[in-house]
């Protein structure tokens, strides 16, 4: 004990030599001291050389207090001169927010900046519990960072787009830190299966949603079973619309059901196929209809109508294609029947207004078009036939011209040699 | 009745002096006889191109805004408007290849020899033209493949020395490829080049005529000779209905692809590539190093093939020694070499 005591005597005096040249040399005694201490003393130092606060202008002293132009370890950590020490962590939000919350402050550095934070923060289930005096939950720095905190657009800052799911999994996939909270631990690993993820991660897609889009970030709350279409509303707004004009938006009220969940699940949100509609096994429709009743028959109804157009449409670019191979121009044809393909994806939009008859006028009209591409490819195809019977006679009579006037010269050439 | 027409027709119109003159002309009948006929096949297609871009005229609209629509119109709703316009495109083509034999048979045969040096030099000029005719006429539909290979072809004549960047702006008619080329290549395709080549190819008739076709030295002044008319003739008609049959079974097998319309904002796509006949010269200047000592490749490149053009056109000035048995050898390798260049360097060109 008596050596260690001494070790970290040795160590401050060190410091306070280095604090001496640091004086000397207009530098920041917290700096020069703590560069020259090792281990967990050390570390601000290196990390916030990247820290945003850095790049601004910020120092040590305008979160831990303390006065760093004395030379004296004793006189710059000491209460009198405001010194903090290690931040509280029921403290941390409100310290943030001496700044963050100041307008007049933070749009000197970037006016978009919103100020808001700390009365978000409050609203949260974090904010709530904090207060309530759980240290455990999250506060600014479990997000941020402490001393190396970076821009959100900076790849390296754990609230990136591409890394904020991970920054949320650190305390929500850890099942020991989550004990006692009754919430699962699986979200992580089942966002990273979802449609949502694929966008972020593959397609690098940053508006692709992540946790905070759905949860929010500063005032992160669960979307309750009202609100969850609203939360899927916020991008997809036409199925939101579709949704709460349906009849299921009745139904599942009535049932404590939340909206888009239902089907498409929360966290881990699959490519929605077809086989999720209609009435043959493994349809979501069956989990609620039953045989005889009219929303069995609407499902079976609409998913027959999609069947259908989808493979009229098929069948028409087949026989485009036939013809386009074999060399005849049916462009124009074509791009029709993407119209035809257009209404495809609408009659999959307004499936989700739970309407046969809302859903059957895209249907009707996607239909229209195949029928007309279809046309066009079976004319021209018969165009191609009549071009090769025109060939064939054409050959046919060049051909026996050819020989005609090839036995004619023959028969010259015969008669001026006799001659 | 019918014969007192004739005789009337025949003597006010002087018909008795051209059938007395027709009777006596006489063509070489020998072992090589055969590849004079590719003249005769080339003026044929020609006269194809004309009639059907002529038909193709009273449709095509040269606006980058109408000029794509106006050729999809053709092939779609005018009435055998696909026909017309396939068989001037492959007729474009193969008036390329037979004048390519054309011109390679007359230098195997030497037929450029003395007194037919100026016979050779219009032939070479109808070459050129034609080359040009190619060159103009493939941007006409306004197409995405047409669009960017007449960038790439206009920035090779802008690597000509010295007019280099004057000759990309006179064919552009501004610095990029736009409307204003369009409507200039079209100039070029139905006025310029049409009116060029009528008196080229007048002129090389006219002398084909004066000098007659020649016979292969080896055969001297005792080649055996054929009635210009009927058998010669006839037989040209036979190979003039051969290429209508190629002609017509190439159009109605494969007709000539439209393609998508033009957007010069759109990035080049991937493979984009000249017309067959410039893919050898496409090829070679892509192999060049874009510096060669202190000279830039594609320069240099330029500069060659200009060069061995111009070597090419004056064969008959500096062959006037070839019944020298040695040297005639060896301008017939150099035939060889440059049949299997321009193959090996198009097919090369054309999967590279």
């Given at each position: 004990m008596t050596l260690a005591m001494t070790a970290i005597r040795l160590a401050l005096l060190g410091g306070a030599l280095a604090a001496g040249l640091a004086a000397q040399t207009g530098k920041d005694s917290c700096v020069a001291c703590h560069g020259a201490l090792e281990g967990s003393l050390a570390e601000p130092t290196a990390a916030f050389q990247h820290d945003v606060h850095k790049v601004r202008g910020f120092s040590c002293v305008d979160c831990h207090g303390g006065d760093p132009t004395a030379l004296d370890p004793e006189t710059s950590m000491s209460r009198a001169r405001g010194f903090k020490g290690k931040i509280d962590r029921r403290a941390i939000p409100e310290l943030c927010a001496r700044c963050h919350s100041d307008a007049t402050l933070i749009h000197r550095f970037n006016p978009r900046q919103r100020v808001d934070q700390l009365a978000q923060y409050r609203t949260s289930v974090h904010g709530r519990r904090l207060a309530a005096g759980d240290t455990r939950v999250a506060n600014c720095v479990d997000c941020h960072g402490v001393h190396d905190i970076r821009e959100v657009r900076d790849p390296l800052s754990p609230v990136h787009p591409l890394r904020l799911p991970e920054t949320c999994a650190r305390c929500h996939s850890d099942s020991d830190h989550m004990k006692g909270y009754g919430i699962a631990t699986d979200q992580f690993e089942k966002y990273r299966r979802s449609v949502h993820w694929e966008a972020l991660s593959r397609r690098g897609d940053f508006s692709a949603p992540s946790c905070a889009t759905c949860h929010g970030n500063h005032g992160a709350a669960p979307p309750g079973v009202a609100t969850v279409a609203h939360v899927c509303g916020s991008c997809h707004a036409v199925f939101e619309n579709l949704f709460t004009k349906s009849p299921h938006k009745k139904a599942f009220d009535e049932l404590g059901m939340p909206g888009c969940v239902v089907c498409h699940g929360n966290h881990e949100v699959a490519k929605p196929t077809m086989a999720l509609v209609g009435v043959q096994p493994g349809s979501l429709c069956l989990n609620c209809h039953v045989e005889g009743d009219k929303g069995r028959q609407a499902a079976e109804f609409m998913r027959s109508r999609i069947d259908e157009l989808a493979t009229v449409l098929d069948g028409s670019e087949e026989i485009l294609k036939r013809a386009e191979r074999s060399g005849m121009e049916v462009s124009p044809a074509l791009v029709e029947l993407s119209g035809g393909r257009e209404s495809l994806i609408r009659a999959k939009v307004e499936l989700h207004g739970f309407d046969p008859v809302l859903m059957d006028g895209s249907v009707k009209k996607g239909l229209e078009i195949a029928a007309a591409a279809r046309r066009a490819g079976e004319k021209a195809l018969q165009e191609r036939d009549f071009r090769r019977k025109g060939l064939l006679l054409s050959l046919t009579a060049i051909g026996v011209t050819m020989a005609g006037l090839w036995l004619a010269v023959r028969e010259l050439e015969r008669r001026s040699k006799k001659g | 009745m019918f014969r007192r027409v004739l005789g009337w027709v025949s003597n006010r119109a002087g018909l008795d002096g051209a059938r007395d003159f027709l009777k006596h002309k006489t063509v070489p009948a020998h072992s090589g006889a055969l590849w004079y006929y590719f003249g005769g096949v080339t003026l044929f297609l020609f006269v194809i191109q004309v009639l059907t871009g002529m038909l193709l005229l009273l449709y095509y609209?040269?606006?980058?805004?109408e000029a794509f629509e106006s050729v999809q119109f053709i092939v779609t709703q005018v009435e055998f408007g696909w026909l017309i316009r396939s068989v001037h495109s492959w007729a474009a083509n193969l008036m390329v290849l037979t004048a390519l034999i054309h011109m390679f048979s007359v230098f195997f045969l030497k037929a450029y020899r003395k007194p037919r040096e100026l016979t050779w030099l219009s032939g070479i000029a109808l070459l050129f033209l034609t080359l040009a005719f190619g060159f103009s006429g493939y941007l006409l539909p306004w197409n995405t493949l047409a669009y960017f290979a007449t960038k790439v072809g206009t920035d090779m004549g802008g690597a000509v020395p010295v007019v280099g960047s004057f000759l990309r702006r006179f064919l552009r008619g501004g610095e990029e490829v736009t409307g204003a080329t369009l409507t200039r290549f079209f100039g070029f395709h139905v006025a310029v080049l049409p009116g060029l080549t009528t008196l080229l190819l007048l002129a090389h008739l006219a002398l084909v005529q004066k000098w007659g076709i020649s016979s292969p030295k080896r055969q001297g002044e005792s080649a055996p000779a054929m009635p210009f008319y009927p058998n010669f003739v006839l037989r040209e008609l036979i190979g003039w209905y051969g290429a209508l049959a190629v002609l017509g079974t190439l159009a109605a097998l494969f007709p000539w692809e439209l393609g998508t319309k033009a957007d010069p904002f759109a990035p080049a796509p991937a493979g984009i590539r000249p017309e067959w006949y410039f893919l050898a010269m496409f090829f070679t200047l892509k192999l060049i190093p874009s510096k060669v000592l202190v000279f830039d490749g594609e320069v240099l490149g330029v500069l060659v093939f200009g060069l061995a053009a111009v070597g090419w056109m004056l064969m008959p000035f500096w062959d006037n020694r070839s019944e020298n048995e040695r040297r005639h050898r060896m301008l017939t390798g150099l035939g060889i070499f440059v049949i299997a260049y321009l193959a090996v360097f198009s097919v090369l060109g054309y999967w590279g």
């Open positions: - | 609209r040269p606006t980058p805004t």
